[in-house]
């Protein structure tokens, strides 16, 4: 049983993040908040956490476009509603994702503001995501072991090769590139098309994945697995 409730949850973090002027509202500590108040502890599935937040918000599946995993509204008189694509799987960053969104309307409630461009949304967003996912400390520990082995990192987490993707961004300082077989770009990291950088192609059969590090940095890359 979670210890608070989300509004609350967003009331407390806000509260902090003003009277404390060495806190810092990131997307990590927010993302710690949330897994001590709900208990989450990886694999944070997407089951657990729709009958962890089934009380608070509402859960419907809907079949999107190619372009959308997940969608949110909020209501001043019920609760929120969170739609997700069931095709999207495993689907629980897109569900944290989601969360996320519906969080910072509380925040803004209590004068914080997590954003101030939709660029930024999403980022901010799929990091609070990622960091539930796959905590640092412990996702440093797994890369020590499998090194960018994206597809065992993937399948101990029970989470997405791009969830994977993004945690390794953020923590290991790697930028990446997504594609389908079409070689369509399903997502792309800001840097990715730096000219400095190291590749590496992984091929994941229905997709085809791109890591790229600074050459300084190349000592990171070893045998994937893939």
């Known amino acids: 049983m979670a210890i608070l409730n989300l509004i609350d949850l967003c009331q407390l973090i806000a509260k902090k993040h003003k009277a404390d002027g060495e806190f810092i509202l990131t997307e990590e500590k927010i993302g710690?908040?949330?897994?001590?108040n709900y208990h989450l502890w990886p694999p944070v599935t997407i089951e657990t956490l729709i009958v962890t937040l089934k009380s608070e918000i509402d859960f419907f599946c809907e079949t999107f476009n190619k372009e959308l995993a997940g969608v949110c509204w909020v209501f001043k008189d019920k609760l929120p509603v969170i739609m997700y694509d069931p095709k999207i799987r495993p689907g629980n960053f897109t569900i944290l994702h989601e969360i996320r969104e519906v969080m910072d309307?509380?925040?803004?409630?209590f004068g914080c503001q997590s954003w101030t461009s939709s660029e930024e949304k999403e980022k901010r967003c799929d990091k609070f995501a990622v960091s539930?996912?796959?905590?640092t400390t412990e996702f440093e520990i797994y890369y020590q072991k499998y090194g960018p082995n994206i597809k065992t990192l993937a399948d101990i987490y029970k989470t997405s090769y791009m969830s994977v993707c993004i945690r390794m961004r953020e923590t290991l300082g790697y930028e990446f590139c997504i594609q389908n077989k079409s070689k369509r770009v399903i997502k792309e990291s800001t840097n990715f098309k730096k000219n400095d950088f190291s590749r590496h192609r992984i091929d994941l059969g229905k997709y085809i994945i791109t890591l790229a590090m600074p050459l300084e940095q190349g000592k990171h890359y070893v045998d994937t697995g893939a």
């Open 105 to 109: 309307v509380y925040f803004r409630e």
């Open 32 to 36: 710690q908040y949330f897994a001590a």
């Open 132 to 135: 539930i996912l796959m905590p």
